[in-house]
Antibody, heavy 116, light 107 residues
Framework: QVQLQQSGAELVKPGSSVKMSCKAS????????IYWIKQRPGQGLEWIGR????????NYNEKFKGKATFTVDKSSSTAYMQLSSLTPEDTAVYYC?????????WGQGVMVTVSS | NTVMTQSPTSMFTSVGDRVTMSCKAS??????VGWYQQKTGQSPKRLIY???NRDTGVPDRFTGSGSGTDFTLTISNMQAEDPAIYYC?????????FGSGTKLEIK
């Protein structure tokens, strides 16, 4: 079965960066896009962008250009997202998800807290 | 960007009720719409893909309809486990965009 296992919660300082992972299993990693989605506490869902693990091609929501960077490691079927120059507005749960007629499968989310 | 406008923002209902919620797209998105259920502390779970197709294991009381700019999610017989926030998503064009959600609660 398709599974997306994300890394653990992070507490980081303003101005720093954080890199989170999303390990895929149960399917051919390179055949489906990985999406990243942000959800601030008590708020709705925001699409950050996507990466094609086979080609490495990316598409970013304009709002997150310069903030988020997507990479993959095909050898371990893992996708990564790095967030830079963190501010309190980056405090959120970040989900990875897989394409399947839109967004079909979701990871459990990573809570990132930006605080001094 | 395509704006997805959901209504109502919240609603109270009773077990056994028929519930209808709406999602309107600011431009034609075809049938490239999904509906998601998110319970407190959980990841979203997709219920409907391509506007009207039920995901595997989703109870048949959940029905999606619409195309173009107007979409509807209907719960035909509200159950005690259905309170959640429901989101629509358009994946017709980048950036994908979500509606702001409809919070469904039991009276």
């Amino acid at each position: 079965q398709v599974q997306l296992q994300q890394s653990g919660a992070e507490l980081v300082k303003p101005g720093s960066s954080v890199k989170m992972s999303c390990k895929a299993s149960g399917y051919t990693f390179t055949s489906y896009y990985i999406y990243w989605i942000k959800q601030r506490p008590g708020q709705g869902l925001e699409w950050i962008g996507r990466i094609g693990p086979g080609s490495g091609d990316t598409n970013y929501n304009e709002k997150f250009k310069g903030k988020a960077t997507f990479t993959v490691d095909k050898s371990s079927s893992t996708a990564y997202m790095q967030l830079s120059s963190l501010t309190p507005e980056d405090t959120a749960v970040y989900y990875c998800a897989r394409s399947a007629m839109g967004i079909g499968y979701w990871g459990q989310g990573v809570m990132v807290t930006v605080s001094s | 960007n395509t704006v997805m406008t959901q209504s109502p923002t919240s609603m109270f209902t009773s077990v056994g009720d028929r519930v209808t919620m709406s999602c309107k797209a600011s431009q034609n998105v075809g049938i490239n719409v999904g509906w998601y259920q998110q319970k407190t502390g959980q990841s979203p779970k997709r219920l409907i893909y391509w506007a009207s197709n039920r995901d595997t294991g989703v109870p048949d009381r959940f029905t999606g309809s619409g195309s173009g700019t107007d979409f509807t999610l209907t719960i035909s017989n509200m159950q005690a486990e259905d309170p959640a926030i429901y989101y629509c998503l358009q994946h017709n064009s980048y950036p994908f965009t979500f509606g702001s959600g409809t919070k469904l609660e039991i009276k």
